[in-house]
Structures are given as structure tokens and as C-alpha cells.
């Protein structure tokens, strides 16, 4: 049972004799009106973002981030360590998981380390609305990666279980006890993040992502053959439904939304009503198939990643195929007698509205509904790309936000690169082990601005349009 929060943080004497507050004195706002970055990848050409430049331009140099004319990055907090999805309150209060289960397969993989955290989410308010934090306070327990805010109380993804939190806009952190909403759910082995997205429907749309990399009979072995049918996939890859205004329900297999995907780490409602989520697509693809792939190169730029539409029933062909991107289609996967371009069991599978560079690692969804950015953003997606490990010998790439626009629930145009720089080194020299910030969460915020959340250095950015406030 995650511990029981105590006090709302005002005034902050009391709350910090109860719950670890930390007054926080952080960076200044950011300067320049820099043109956005092109999109590095092979998949598609990207389009520079074009904004509005103002008079007033941001001090400071953008959090060391490049964007589009007429934006701005400042540092909304330097010290949330291990911040993972995030959400902003109608007040203005933004909650952070911090992830404090072991480390996902790819920290596990790439050699990123991770230290145990005893807090479950980070809270922090903005008391004299200046764009930074000067209060954050801990709720106790161990967190993972979802969190969101419906109907009066903060749900929190803590790997086994969801619960909730009774939460008055007055109080930065809730008083009362958890309450279990889904318990039971499957975490071990494989992909650990437990996203969730909450309808108006009234429902939660939970991500269980895949237990292996492509369902083999020996997980990321050289030329292991799937396991078929792939078993796992009644109780993994793929999304689950649940209730979000009951408690104590259990997680069953009969729950299932939708399979074939792999692990859907954003989920998001787009402006149409639908639901959407992005898909890292499985790795290895040269590594254990040697013979079939001789090329690192196509390892590199395949599979995919993908923004799918969901409905209920709908299946995306994980494990029995991946997106090629030089046939542009889903093909079988090698573990069920592909061999890059037949495509014989994945005609039936349901195809992405969108895809981008292979392994860039697509962390988080946001539509963006606010009127603080220029028109043109307005019900378009933006991801946030954590960045890739299984590109080597070629580039590492991603981490960075992209802007895909969007119409009708169809893509309008190419993606864009809309925010990079995050890595903070020499392109040739980004990896998991040497980038300085990962881009992981994403969130709007009731004045328009952009929170985006770095579970690698701990950052918080925020990103307005318009100026330095």
C-alpha cells in the first residue's frame, strides 16, 4: 500500500515536517528563436515547424533546447530524478511519476543505470508564476510511468496495480489513503511501463506491453523461432480496460481492448474522440537474423515506430509482423517465416495512421487542444522520442519531439522535428550512455504550455510561445 499523504504543502512549514518538501531556486526562462531542426531519420522527410516570431525574444539560450520561431524552454525544474509520464491539474499543479521498479529491459540493455526511488510521484507548484517550481513535495511509494487526473482524483501507475487519490485543486498533495483501481497486473519480464489514458467514456485504457522482444521460444536468442500461437499476448501487448470510477478490480485476460501491440507507451484521446497510441516496434532484427539481414543498416532503420488509431478488437500484428519501411507495409516477422518483405500472415492486421524512424522509442502522446501555440498546432500530435540503443553500428537517433499534424484522424503533412538538442552532445556521439536529457512525458498545461519531463537528468522543461512569461 503506497504510504499515506499528509499535508497539502500550504503553508509549507507544516508540510515540511510531514512530507520532504524542497524549496527549489532554478534556472532562468530561455532565449533564442531558433528555426526547428530537420528530422534525421530515413522514413520521412521533415518539414521545419514554422511559429510566429514576437518582439520579445527568451533570455537565456532555450534550456539548451532548438525550436521553432517564437518559442521559448525554460527549466521548470532540475531534480526530479527517474520522471517519467506526467500531467498538469486545472490549477496549474503538476505530478510526476518517478520510476522506482527496476530498470525496462532497454536502461537494462543499454547500460543506463538506475537508482531505487522511495517516492512514487513528485508534485510541484508554481506559487508566484514565474514558469518554475519553488515547491515540490513527494507522495511515498514506489511509482512506474502512468499518471493522470479524472474525476477529482490523481491516478497513479505503480507497476502491479493502479490506484487513485481523492485530489481538491487545494491541495498540492492528496490526504487520504490509495485506493486500488486495477490490481493483479502482469509486470515481469519484459516491458514495465503501465500508461494508461482515461477516457470521457468513464473507462482507463491501460498499456500491457510485450513479456519478450518478438515472442521467441528463447527471448533475443540467434534464429530462435516464435512461439506460435504466441501465448502471451492474451495477457500482454496490448490494451486493457478497466472502470476508472470503481475500485478493486482485478486484471483479466477478458479485459483486453486491443493486441498486436508491442508496448504503447503513449496513449492518448484525440480531437475526434478517439483513442490513439504509439508503438515501439521489437528489436534485433540483424543481430539474431543474421542470414536474413545481413545489413546493420536495416536494423537500424527497421521496424518503425508507429501512431495507431484503436478500437475495441483491433489487432496490430505484434509479434507475426513489423513495419517495413522500404516496402511501406507490415511484413512478416522473421520468427514466423518472414523474410523482409512477404507479408502473408499481416494483410488482416490493422495499419498505422503514421510512422517514423526505426527505434527512436516513442515515450508519450500529446494532442495538442490549448490556444497558446499558433494555430497550426492546434489537434495535431506531438511525441516525444526517448531515443534509440539499437542502431549501432549506424547513428543513434531520436531524443527529441516531433510534431505530426493532423486532420479528421488522418495525418496532414509530414512530421517535423519540433523540439531537439535534448541529448546535449555531438549527434555522432548520442547514445543512452552519453545524452544528457531523454525526453520522456509529456503534458499541457491550462495556459497553453508544453511540460515535458527527462527521466535520464531529472529536468522539467516548459515550453511557451510568444516570449519569455
Not at 505530478?95 to 543505470?113: C, D, F, M, R, W
Not at 481523492?166 to 486500488?180: E, F, M, N
Not at 490493422?350 to 516513442?362: I, L, Q, S, Y
Request: glycine share 12%.
Amino acid at each position: 500500500m503506497v504510504a499515506r499523504a499528509s499535508s497539502s504543502c500550504v503553508p509549507a512549514a507544516r508540510a515540511l515536517s510531514l512530507l520532504s518538501l524542497t524549496l527549489l531556486a532554478l534556472g532562468a526562462c530561455s532565449k533564442q528563436d531558433n528555426a526547428a531542426a530537420g528530422a534525421a531519420g530515413s522514413t520521412t522527410n521533415a518539414a521545419t515547424a514554422s511559429g510566429t516570431p514576437t518582439a520579445s525574444a527568451c533570455p537565456g539560450d532555450n534550456a539548451g533546447l532548438t525550436l521553432p520561431a517564437g518559442f521559448c524552454a525554460s527549466v521548470f525544474a532540475d531534480s526530479i530524478a527517474h520522471g517519467r509520464h506526467v500531467v498538469v491539474a486545472s490549477n496549474g499543479d503538476v505530478y510526476i511519476t518517478l520510476e522506482g521498479t527496476k530498470p525496462s529491459p532497454e536502461k537494462q540493455i543499454s547500460g543506463v543505470a538506475k537508482q531505487e526511488q522511495s517516492y512514487s510521484v513528485a508534485a510541484l507548484r508554481d506559487t508566484n508564476h514565474d514558469g518554475r517550481a519553488d515547491i515540490v513535495a513527494h507522495l511515498p511509494g514506489k511509482g512506474n510511468t502512468g499518471v493522470g487526473i479524472a474525476n477529482g482524483y490523481l491516478y497513479v501507475d505503480e507497476g502491479t496495480r493502479i490506484v487513485r487519490y481523492a485530489r481538491p485543486d487545494s491541495q498540492l498533495l492528496p490526504t487520504g489513503a490509495a485506493q486500488v483501481v486495477v490490481q493483479g497486473i502482469p509486470l515481469d519480464p519484459g516491458h514495465r511501463a503501465r500508461n494508461f489514458a482515461i477516457g470521457s467514456d468513464g473507462a482507463l485504457y491501460l498499456n500491457v506491453g510485450s513479456a519478450t522482444n518478438s515472442c521467441q521460444q528463447k527471448d533475443r536468442a540467434d534464429e530462435s523461432p516464435g512461439i506460435d500461437p504466441c501465448t502471451e499476448t492474451q495477457t500482454r501487448a496490448g490494451l486493457w480496460k478497466f472502470d476508472a470510477t470503481k475500485t478493486n478490480q482485478r486484471f483479466a485476460a477478458s479485459a483486453r481492448y486491443a493486441t498486436g501491440i508491442r508496448n504503447g507507451m503513449g496513449i492518448a484521446f484525440g480531437p475526434d474522440g478517439k483513442l490513439y497510441a504509439t508503438q515501439h516496434g521489437r528489436d534485433q532484427l540483424h543481430d539474431n537474423w543474421k542470414t536474413l539481414f545481413p545489413s546493420t543498416k536495416y536494423q537500424a532503420d527497421n521496424p518503425a515506430e508507429e501512431l495507431l488509431q484503436v478500437n475495441q478488437g483491433d489487432d496490430f500484428g505484434w509479434p507475426y509482423c513489423y513495419y517495413a519501411v522500404d516496402q511501406k507495409k507490415l511484413v512478416d516477422a522473421p520468427e514466423y517465416g518472414g523474410d523482409g518483405q512477404k507479408s502473408a500472415r499481416c494483410a488482416s492486421k490493422k495499419a498505422p495512421v503514421a510512422v517514423f524512424p526505426g527505434h527512436w522509442a516513442p515515450m508519450s502522446l500529446l494532442f495538442y487542444s490549448g490556444s497558446a501555440f499558433p494555430a497550426r498546432y492546434k489537434d495535431g500530435a506531438f511525441i516525444a522520442f526517448h531515443g534509440s540503443w539499437n542502431r549501432a553500428p549506424e547513428p543513434q537517433e531520436g531524443y527529441r519531439i516531433v510534431f505530426q499534424p493532423m486532420s479528421g484522424g488522418a495525418t496532414s503533412g509530414n512530421y517535423e522535428t519540433f523540439a531537439d538538442g535534448f541529448g546535449g552532445v555531438p549527434p555522432a556521439q548520442i547514445a543512452p550512455g552519453t545524452a544528457k536529457h531523454r525526453p520522456t512525458g509529456l503534458a499541457m498545461g491550462p495556459d497553453g504550455a508544453m511540460y515535458v519531463t527527462d527521466d535520464l537528468g531529472g529536468r522539467v522543461y516548459r515550453i511557451t510561445h510568444g516570449g519569455a512569461k
